[in-house]
């Protein structure tokens, strides 16, 4: 289809009636010995020039301006119009000025509502698409949705219905012709008339399977646009991309499976959102396991390898009493954005804050950490606290306690609410080296079953600090202190 037709076609199928009922009418009237063809013609010129001015001014107001997915169905009901007043007006001008039979009269009616019929519904077909091209992707619904079936149903329905009626007109035209004479050359005006109702009727099939080649061309275009659409937004959806919904383009099962497509969006944008929450409060691996992690399992415990990783600011409290409560939090969410972004980079995960303290861990079993790794931690960290510098001039120390052994990991607290927690001997001798680093005057605090395990390089930053009481245990702990001794004041 050549680009004018697209951008005319209106027009094109007004020019295509003229010229199929010009031929329709020639071919009546030569056996009625009337030359009103012409008439016929000018008429239908006229006729449709009307209906160009008439639509320059109400096609906006009657289509353009109703909501975008009633538009097409407006177009097809709009263009039948048109086609059913021409239609009338050539109807009454038969009759009235030309004189001809009212079978021949509607005949020629009919040929111009078939024609209507096939225009219309490629208008709304042409007005469907721009439709899509034109709506957004925000979500909305849809009712009195229509199935593609029951349209294709009603739509070879109604073709069906109308090369039957034509080629009943067309056959009880030529039956109506009272002639019974023979033509010049001494034929039977019989063989005429079946001649000239075989011809008309191959011609009128032609017209309709051009016509309805034409209209399966254009469904299919705008079936493949909408079967594009889909597949793009379920590709979208399957690589993460929920920024924009599915557009609903039409009131069929395309616009449903897009309204229920639209729904698993913001199902998924829920859960996107629940994730980065639990992100946010847990660490990335810990998010993983509770996703993907059988709950009963996880109720269960599992036995895990681990180093322990205490930490604690020192002299916070008086910070606390001394700074307005937004200040306190906003110390707080700076100082632990830089240290949980320490412990992460050392392969460890934090597991809680506590006030001003957190729990990390460092998984052992798959040796892809090492002890190391947690006491690289404790020193960055000491190093990012003292680099703080309080108002007064003063700086934060920090008190570390590092422990290794076997813990149990697992969801603890009710079905309504629960934590994902490391509990064990392990935990609290950590928790209680943490304690210990107060009162011996040292920032970092390990046990002899971690000092055993640290490479020689690690190994040096430490001194014996001898077997130490530890709080709640009954037998004493060997312990080691941060070689550099930094008094931490209470």
Request: a neutral charge.
């Amino acid at each position: 289809m050549n680009q004018y037709f697209q951008k005319n076609q209106a027009i094109a199928y007004y020019l295509l009636t003229i010229m199929v009922i010009s031929i329709i009418a020639a071919r009546t009237n030569s056996f009625y010995s009337q030359d009103s063809t012409i008439t016929t013609v000018i008429t239908l010129c006229l006729l449709f020039t009307l209906i160009c001015l008439i639509r320059s001014k109400t096609e906006f107001l009657f289509v353009e301006r109703k909501q975008l997915l009633d538009q097409p169905k407006r177009q097809l009901t709009y263009e039948l119009l048109m086609y059913i007043l021409v239609g009338i007006s050539l109807f009454i001008i038969e009759i009235v000025i030309n004189k001809h039979t009212y079978i021949i009269a509607s005949k020629f009616f009919s040929a111009v509502l078939i024609m209507g019929y096939f225009a219309s519904i490629d208008s709304a077909l042409k007005r469907e698409h721009e439709c899509f091209l034109k709506l957004n992707r925000n979500q909305s619904n849809i009712q009195n949705t229509i199935p593609v079936s029951h349209r294709i149903s009603l739509f070879l329905s109604v073709t069906l219905f109308v090369v039957i009626l034509a080629n009943v007109l067309s056959a009880y035209s030529y039956m109506s012709l009272n002639i019974v004479s023979t033509n010049s050359e001494g034929s039977n005006i019989d063989e005429m008339l079946r001649n000239a109702y075989v011809i008309e009727t191959l011609f009128t099939l032609g017209i309709v399977v051009s016509l309805s080649l034409r209209l399966i061309h254009s469904y299919s275009l705008n079936l493949q646009y909408l079967f594009d659409t889909q597949i793009n937004a379920l590709q979208n959806i399957q690589n993460g991309k929920l920024e924009n919904y599915v557009p609903i383009l039409s009131r069929d099962e395309f616009g449903v499976i897009a309204q229920n497509t639209n729904r698993v969006i913001d199902e998924l944008r829920e859960k996107e959102k629940i994730r980065q929450t639990l992100e946010n409060i847990v660490s990335p691996d810990i998010m993983h396991k509770l996703i993907k992690s059988d709950s009963a399992i996880l109720k269960h415990g599992e036995k895990k390898h681990i180093a322990v990783f205490f930490c604690d600011l020192r002299k916070f409290t008086s910070y606390a009493e001394k700074n307005s409560p937004e200040d306190v939090i906003f110390f707080l969410n700076t100082y632990f954005s830089k240290v949980v972004d320490i412990v992460t980079e050392h392969k460890g995960i934090v597991n809680k804050f506590m006030g001003d303290a957190i729990l990390a861990v460092f998984p052992l079993d798959d040796n892809s950490t090492t002890i190391d790794d947690a006491i690289d931690t404790a020193w960055d960290i000491v190093m990012h606290s003292q680099a703080i510098c309080l108002p007064d001039g003063d700086r934060f120390n920090v008190g570390i306690g590092i422990h290794m052994g076997y813990a149990t990991a697992g969801t603890i607290g009710s079905h309504n609410r629960f934590e994902y927690t490391f509990i064990g001997d392990t935990v609290n001798i950590a928790s209680r080296l943490d304690g210990l680093s107060k009162r011996l005057g040292y920032s970092i605090i390990i046990s002899d079953e971690t000092y055993k395990h640290l490479g020689s390089y690690s190994k040096e930053k430490f001194i014996d600090l001898g077997v130490q009481k530890i709080r709640g245990k009954e037998r004493p702990l060997h312990i080691y202190g941060a070689s550099t001794v930094q008094h931490i004041e209470s």
